[in-house]
């Protein structure tokens, strides 16, 4: 009989959070559960953090009610991711997820200037694989913001780039407008 070759662990969304909530992981630590694997999220720059605030504050206003607006909250997507997105807008309020996450968006944004990569590869394959139906790229470093839609599989149909001088009426709110400018730090 042969040698087995090792295989690395697979984790689930259910050991992530029991790890977590145990404190197995440093609280300072940006940890996000993404296809069974564990990332170490790099720290963020304050160009980072002020885009997703701006980001957030531009979809507040065209979200109403109806729609929580969260930053860097879980969404719990199926049975072996956990992504924290810099900006999700969910349905219904905060109150409505005090005891579980949610598990879908109507839209999920990530603000990229080291994770670009990531974002384009991991992040909106996860997002495609779970049916979100509009996934956001805010690209700090091209000053652009990258959108997708129409999930299909493990990606989405119809990508579109627009410049800072351009706006975007997002699909779950689609009388609104959000200018890139004033999302870009």
């Not at 969304?13 to 999220?41: H, K």
């Amino acid at each position: 009989m042969g040698e087995a070759n090792p295989v690395p662990h697979r984790w689930t969304r259910s050991e992530y959070e029991r790890m977590a909530e145990t404190g197995v992981f440093d609280p300072a630590q940006r940890i996000e559960l993404i296809d069974g694997e564990l990332f170490d999220m790099p720290p963020q720059s304050t160009r980072h953090y002020t885009a997703i605030r701006l980001l957030e504050q531009a979809l507040r206003g065209v979200f109403g009610d109806g729609f929580d607006v969260r930053t860097q909250g879980p969404l719990a997507m199926g049975d072996a991711s956990e992504p924290e997105p810099d900006v999700a807008v969910v349905i219904g309020s905060a109150r409505d997820y005090r005891l579980a996450h949610p598990r879908t968006a109507v839209l999920v944004c990530e603000v990229a200037d080291t994770s670009l990569g990531f974002d384009r590869v991991r992040k909106k394959r996860t997002y495609a694989q779970s049916g979100i139906e509009e996934y956001w790229i805010l690209d700090l470093n091209a000053g652009c913001l990258e959108v997708y839609r129409s999930p299909q599989g493990d990606d989405y149909l119809a990508k579109q780039t627009l410049a800072a001088s351009d706006s975007i009426a997002p699909l779950g709110a689609p009388t609104g407008s959000v200018r890139v400018a004033d999302c870009l730090a």
